[in-house]
């Protein structure tokens, strides 16, 4: 059996949560391989919203076994809230949820530091989360830094050195942080990961494979967002592409079946960096309003632009995306003409790829006819023309199907073709 990888095409914010809920029942274990409590995974069904932003988004269905791989970052503080809030709605997560001990935890002055670092950047914020979640990711680069498996053997005296070594770095900056406050809770989250089922993940997945058990791989934030291939700096810390469910879950490329792209029928951005079909009209504050674009994870608004085919097709190259899922297309129903960026103008010519010098290019549009209507329909069938014909030029365009229209928040408005 192969492991199927599900990850985001754009800068996150997709609505990967909602494809892998409503995916699960097809596969017997859900993994996140990567990326941390800043990610937001939403779904909506039974007219509950619910957001994750650690456990998979298998959670809530009962065939799913679900895995934090070693490539994730945990807050146990967070972590801890997570599963509060699972129980409290009948969810047992001890059974269904499994944790590498490989790992790596986000500790109290994890946050503080990236607090500290982003704020010493004044006016050139990179518009970090503050999760702690780079400094985590930095420590473990360092290889100096507290994974899963350290709170089962000789816990304090590892902390201890980790905190010291923080709070060093932190004397360095003009900046306060209630260590105390936060470590009471923190170590509570600790407690509760204790109590779960912890292990060398990497080998329980291959041997899951072999088995024939179906696995879905699922990746967090975006592929423009990754450290390698985003729009560097502006980007998170981890590899968020493919590639990056190898290295966060221990599985080789040869075990990676299919691989499923999600991304908008438009594009948002949280923070800062460049985004070249950024709207700052009437346009781009409906899709904002309509499309509800504000971080399940910090509240902040989203920027909202047009579709941007030349960075998609990008992400569709670095991943080897077979299949496309589109979300989000009842956002442009009230538009009267959709635009979809496929050049670049840059430096007195018109190219068709991505270059690293995102900020300076312009995008060249092509226009379609919307559709002015509301999408109740349940097949693909049903679909206004219009909307047909903007299917089938991605298509054709990217040379990838398009397998899934979602139009909707919840689960039973998604259209599988």
């Known amino acids: 059996m192969k492991a199927d990888v599900l990850l985001g095409l754009q800068w996150g914010d997709e609505g990967k949560g909602k494809i892998v809920d409503v995916l ?14 800043n990610a937001g995974h939403t779904l909506v069904f039974n007219n509950v919203k619910h957001v994750l932003h650690t456990i998979p ?9 679900n895995i ?5 970052v945990i807050d146990p503080y967070i972590f801890k809230e997570e599963v509060d809030k699972l129980t409290a709605q009948g969810i047992d997560v001890a059974s269904k949820i499994i944790l590498s001990s490989k790992a790596h935890i986000i500790m109290p002055t994890h946050k503080a530091l990236d607090e500290a670092y982003e704020n010493a950047k004044g006016d050139k914020k990179i518009g970090s989360t503050k999760k702690g979640i780079g400094p985590t990711y930095t420590d473990k680069v360092a290889r100096h830094g507290l994974r899963v498996g350290d709170i089962l053997n000789n816990f304090a005296e590892r902390y201890s050195e ?4 923080h709070l060093q770095i932190l004397k360095n900056y003009d900046y306060s942080f209630d260590i105390a406050a936060y470590e009471k809770q923190w170590f509570e989250g600790i407690a509760l990961l ?4 912890i292990e060398t993940t990497e080998v329980l997945v291959n041997k899951e494979l072999q088995a024939g058990k179906s696995v879905l791989c699922e990746g967090a934030q975006g ?6 291939f985003g729009s560097y700096p502006f980007v998170t810390s981890s590899n968020t592409v493919s590639a990056g469910a190898c290295t966060g879950l221990g599985i080789s490329p040869k075990a990676v079946g299919e691989v499923f792209g999600i991304f908008k029928a438009y594009c948002t951005r949280v923070g800062s960096g460049p985004f070249p079909t950024e709207l700052f009209d009437a346009d781009g504050k409906t899709m904002q309003d309509v499309g509800r674009e504000f971080g399940s994870t910090t509240g902040r608004a989203r920027r909202c632009g047009w579709l941007d085919l030349v960075a998609l097709k990008y992400a569709i190259m670095i991943n080897g995306v077979t299949q496309l899922f589109m979300m989000k297309i009842d956002v442009l129903n009230s538009f009267d003409t959709i635009k979809i960026c496929t050049k670049y103008a840059y430096k007195g010519s018109t190219i068709n790829y991505v270059p690293d010098d995102l900020e300076n290019v312009t ?7 919307g559709w002015k209507q509301d999408l109740p329909m349940s097949t693909y069938e049903e679909l206004p023309a219009e909307i047909k014909n903007y299917i ?8 990838v199907p398009l397998t899934i229209v979602s139009t909707g928040p919840e689960r039973e408005k998604t259209i599988i073709r």
Request: charged letters at 25%; proline letters at 5%.
């Open 392 to 399: 089938t030029f991605i298509e054709k365009e990217t040379g």
């Open 223 to 228: 592929t423009l967002l990754d450290v390698e």
């Open 194 to 197: 204790q109590s779960l089922r």
């Open 363 to 369: 995008p060249i549009y092509e226009e379609f006819k």
């Open 68 to 72: 934090i791989g070693n490539g994730v």
């Open 57 to 65: 988004s298998g959670i809530f269905r009962e065939n799913a076994i």
């Open 162 to 165: 980790c905190k010291n070594n």
């Open 24 to 37: 699960t029942p097809k596969y017997n274990i859900i993994a996140r391989f990567q990326g941390g409590p």
